[in-house]
Each structure stands twice: as structure tokens, then as C-alpha cells.
Nanobody
Framework: QLQLVESGGGLVQPGGSLRLSCATS????????ISWFRQAPGKEREGVSC????????NYADSVKGRFTISRDNAKNTVYLQMNSLKPEDTDVYYC????????????????WGKGTLVTVSS
């Protein structure tokens, strides 16, 4: 079974940057598409970004396009989410998730989930 562990969350001021990491273990990362989601209490889980198994295909939610960048290093079994120009509305718990097949921003399409890391954007 694939395990995923997120890290890199924290408190940042508006306009600041954070880089989230999703470290995987259990199986080689090469065969999995990885997605980042976020969720605030009482709200639905939202797809933020996703990347194909080889890294050649990426997609972003409109709300983060131009500010967030997803990347992966299969040799390190890690996927990253670079978040720039952060806004208070980016405050959420961020989750990474994995699936076989094409990358997706749909939460229901994922096979494995991490436990999340909290990002707080506030002055």
C-alpha cells in the first residue's frame, strides 16, 4: 500500500510563499499520478493541482493558476507544491493523494490519501 506524508505547511503572511512536500513510501512513485487538494472546515474538498506519473502533464484550479507550481522527483519519491503570492483565502488543510491512471482534480478518483498539512495565510 502506498503511504503519503505531507509537510511544509505553516503560517505565512499574505504575498508570501511556501513549498509543500508529499513524501511517499510503500511502492515506487513512478506509476502514480499525484494530486493536491485542500479543504476548510465545513467545506468540500477542492482540487488544487495534479501531475501525471512522468511529470509531463499538469493541471491547476483556476484559483491558483499562475501562483502555484506542482513538480515531482520520482527518484526521491516526493511531489512538491510551490505556492507563491499566497492569499488569506488559500488558508486550508492541504492533502496529497495518489491514483493509477491519468491525473485528476476530482477527489473521488483517488486511491490513497495523506493526512494533510495546515497552511494559514494571515498577517
Amino acid at each position: 500500500q502506498l503511504q503519503l506524508v505531507e509537510s511544509g505547511g505553516g503560517l505565512v503572511q499574505p504575498g508570501g510563499s511556501l513549498r509543500l512536500s508529499c513524501a511517499t513510501s510503500g511502492y515506487t512513485l513512478d506509476y502514480y499520478a499525484i494530486s493536491w487538494f485542500r479543504q476548510a472546515p465545513g467545506k468540500e474538498r477542492e482540487g488544487v493541482s495534479c501531475i501525471g506519473s512522468s511529470g509531463g502533464s499538469t493541471n491547476y484550479a483556476d484559483s491558483v493558476k499562475g501562483r502555484f507550481t506542482i513538480s515531482r522527483d520520482n527518484a526521491k519519491n516526493t511531489v512538491y507544491l510551490q505556492m507563491n503570492s499566497l492569499k488569506p483565502e488559500d488558508t486550508d488543510v492541504y492533502y496529497c493523494a495518489a491514483r493509477h491512471g491519468l491525473p485528476t482534480l476530482v477527489p473521488g478518483g483517488m486511491d490513497y490519501w495523506g493526512k494533510g498539512t495546515l497552511v494559514t495565510v494571515s498577517s
